[in-house]
Each structure stands twice: as C-alpha cells, then as structure tokens.
C-alpha cells in the first residue's frame, strides 16, 4: 500500500505562487508515474499533470502548460507541483496520485492511489 499526503496549498491572490508536495509512504515511488488532479466546487475531478518514473517525461493540461511546473525527487518520495501566475479558476482541492505504471497518464482510471487533497483558493 502506498498512502499519499499532499501538503502546501493555501490562500493567494491572483498572479502569485504555491508550491504543493506529495509525500508518500509505505513503498517507494521510485518506478511509479505521478500525477496531479484537481476538483473545483461544482466540478467534475480534472486532469492537471503527469510525469513519469524517473521525470524524463511530463505532460501538462493546456489550462497550466507553461505556469506549473511538476517534478519528483525519487530519492525523497516526494512529487513537487510548483503553481505560479496563479488565477482565480485555479481554485480547487488538488490530489496527488500515484500509478503503478512507469509511464505517465492523463487518465484517473490509471491511477491506483490517491492522496486526500490541498485546498488551493485563488482570490482575484
């Protein structure tokens, strides 16, 4: 089992910065693919961005290619999701989640744990 805990969300105004962090535990998520969802209020669970096994590849949701950046130091078992130019239609509780493919997905389907959420609320 591998339980996931997202941390770093918070209040801020638009244009600015937060950086959340997945902390796992149980196994390594060294050969795991990563990822980053995110639910806003009223809102179906999206998509946000992937990054595979050893971080060569990531794939970001054309709604923050460009302002987010994901990364994963392996040998901490922690995954990195730096926001910045933040908007207001970031706001949403943003999950961690963790596949047990090597290569990253866009898919929720290929993801088998997930963490609790960080509330992240941009006000404008």
């Known amino acids: 089992q591998v339980q996931l805990v997202e941390s770093g969300g918070g209040l801020v105004q638009a244009g600015g910065s937060l950086k959340l962090s997945c902390a796992a535990s149980g196994r390594t998520l060294s050969t795991y693919a990563m990822g980053w969802f995110r639910q806003a209020p009223g809102k179906e669970r999206e998509f946000v961005v992937s990054?595979?096994?050893?971080?060569?590849?990531?794939y970001y949701s054309d709604s923050v290619k460009g302002r987010f950046t994901i990364s994963r130091e392996n040998d901490k078992n922690t995954v990195y999701l730096q926001m910045n130019t933040l908007k207001p239609e970031d706001t949403a509780v943003y999950y961690c989640a963790a596949s047990l493919w090597s290569s990253s997905s866009t898919r929720q389907a290929d993801y088998t744990y997930w963490g609790q959420g960080t509330q992240v609320t941009v006000s404008s």
């Open positions: 990054i595979n096994w050893n971080g060569a590849n990531t």
